[in-house]
């Protein structure tokens, strides 16, 4: 059987909507549909009930489910089999970041590794989708993130937390500045409403919003160890009252198919979270 129909069929079972697994597999909803629809001709029976809160599992789905994990972490397993180094060769261990963390998280992080000179690092540094997309897909080895999403071939550990607080400029709070730190916290601002963020100007990246809320004012939410020296130098100061939002830190990995250094490779991880006081924008 297509491989793919498994793990399309296992994204459905997670995110719980055609809508959401067609976004996180990065393919048209059609293409979902088409594929259901060729797993349940293939196994002559139905998967998913489908209705307006999203698809459930039929109770033969739910038969299904063991079966379907077992094909993808065979197949899983047979890739890496294939990709075993030679003894004498170097290990390659790829790792991952968002865009905010890249700086000074994964510097440090491959900084720190350099003495492990039997493992060949690769880094990369993209989007939270792009980032799950290619850990699942064996590209990439373990990432550090914002979000938690959790898979069942996936190890997910809080290593830090962050916290997102309302800054203002001390010369000139206004104008408003939201900044997109990922749907649980846009669902929370949205709860709190601090302020109107459809006539906020918007932001995709923190550090950008920063630099711009620095040179011409403003106010907005920005991660503690961000805006602390300039909390310190008077530059900004925090708005009274507000809401504060958690921000937590993941490691994200595979279950199993690691390096058997991989529990060190963590610890420098944990150590450069634990020094570094103050990030650069």
């Not at 595979?254 to 420098?268: D, S, W």
Request: aromatic share 10%; proline share 5%; glycine share 4%.
């Amino acid at each position: 059987m297509d491989i793919e129909l498994a793990k399309t069929f296992i994204e459905i079972m997670q995110s719980g909507t055609f809508a959401k697994a067609a976004e996180r597999l990065h393919v048209t909803q059609t293409t979902v549909t088409a594929r259901i629809h060729a797993l349940e001709a293939s196994m002559n029976c139905s998967l998913f009930i489908r209705n307006r809160g999203g698809a459930r599992l039929t109770p033969e789905g739910e038969r299904f489910v063991r079966y379907a994990k077992e094909m993808i972490a065979s197949w899983h397993a047979a890739q890496e089999v294939c990709r075993n180094p030679l003894p004498d060769e170097k290990i390659t261990l790829s790792l991952g970041a968002e865009n905010s963390l890249w700086n000074p998280i994964m510097v440090e992080w491959l900084v720190q590794l350099e003495e492990f000179d039997h493992l060949r690092l690769h880094s990369r540094v993209d989007s939270t989708d792009a980032l799950y997309s290619a850990i699942r897909e064996f590209q990439l080895d373990a990432v550090v993130m914002h979000s938690a999403r959790y898979y069942p071939d996936l190890n997910i550990e809080q290593i830090a937390e962050e916290k997102l607080i309302h800054v203002a400029c001390t010369h000139t709070p206004k104008p408003n500045l939201f900044i997109d730190w990922g749907e649980e916290f846009t669902q929370q601002f949205d709860r709190c409403l601090p302020f109107n963020r459809q006539t906020a100007m918007q932001f995709s990246l923190g550090p950008m919003a920063l630099k711009v809320m620095l040179k011409q004012g403003g106010n907005g939410y920005f991660r503690t160890r961000v805006v602390d020296q300039y909390l310190q130098e008077g530059r900004l100061e925090r708005v009274p009252n507000a809401p504060e939002f958690s921000y937590p830190i993941y490691l994200v990995s595979h279950r199993g198919h690691l390096p058997n250094e991989f529990e060190q490779v963590k610890q420098r991880l944990k150590s450069v979270l634990k020094s570094t006081d103050q990030w650069p924008v």
